[in-house]
């Protein structure tokens, strides 16, 4: 099994501040997903990264695939409450595996 | 277009009681998955299918089975329930294994 771990594990902050959460793990994934969900649903996708050294962004949220294909970060600017939220990546050659997640609060 | 559905929303058992969790999805989606998950522990693949008639074990499958008789259906089992399936259950379907996985809203289940 691969495993993914996120860091950290909570993160408290106030509305326009910045943040970085991490996703890592010591094998290499074909692919990497990053998954948002909010209190009481299900997650949903934000994005995938496919290349190593891969940077996409969306709107303020700025994701890094790692050179090795081994790691992740997902970059939010100006954090609003709205991004408030449970951050999961998913990772994996054949059938994903998630990591633990990094439950995000935001406050206004 | 409803995407992927779970039936019921919520369900409280008593140990040792019988249950069926539904899952549908209306995208034609070849895998389908039953994830648990727990505080603080991400989550976890209890079973998965990858096509109709087929079935798969997770990494958490014991306690549980599955079935997947109609393509668009996937059944979650609890024979025998214990407190410790108490726990939020998601079901999701891909296209393929690393595109991207729709979830369904979650089944709370309490099992006392």
């Known amino acids: 099994t691969q495993l993914l771990e996120q860091s950290p594990q909570f993160l408290s902050i106030q509305e326009g501040e910045n943040l970085t959460v991490y996703c890592n793990s010591s094998s290499v994934f074909s692919s990497l997903q990053w998954y948002r969900q909010e209190p009481g649903e299900g997650p949903v996708l934000l994005v995938t990264v496919v290349t190593g050294g891969e940077v996409k962004k969306l709107k303020r949220l700025t994701f890094q695939f790692g050179d090795a294909r081994k790691d992740s970060s997902l970059h939010i600017t100006a954090a609003q409450p709205g991004d408030t939220g449970l951050y999961l990546c998913a990772g994996g050659s054949y059938i994903p595996t998630f990591g633990r997640g990094t439950s995000l609060i935001v406050h206004p | 277009n409803a995407g992927v559905t779970q039936t019921p929303k919520f369900r409280v058992l008593k140990t040792g009681q019988s249950m069926t969790l539904l899952c549908a999805q209306d995208?034609?989606?070849?895998?389908m998955y039953w994830y648990r998950q727990d505080p603080g522990m991400g989550l976890r693949l209890i079973h998965y299918s990858v096509g109709e008639g087929t079935t798969a074990k997770g990494e958490v499958p014991d306690g549980y089975n599955v079935s997947r008789l109609k393509k668009q259906n996937f059944l979650l089992g609890l024979e025998s329930a214990a407190p410790s399936q108490t726990s939020v259950y998601f079901c999701?379907?891909?296209?393929?294994?690393?595109?991207?996985?729709?979830f369904g809203p979650g089944t709370r289940l309490l099992v006392l």
């Open positions: 995208m034609n989606h070849e895998y």
């Open positions: 999701a379907s891909s296209s393929a294994p690393v595109e991207t996985q729709y």
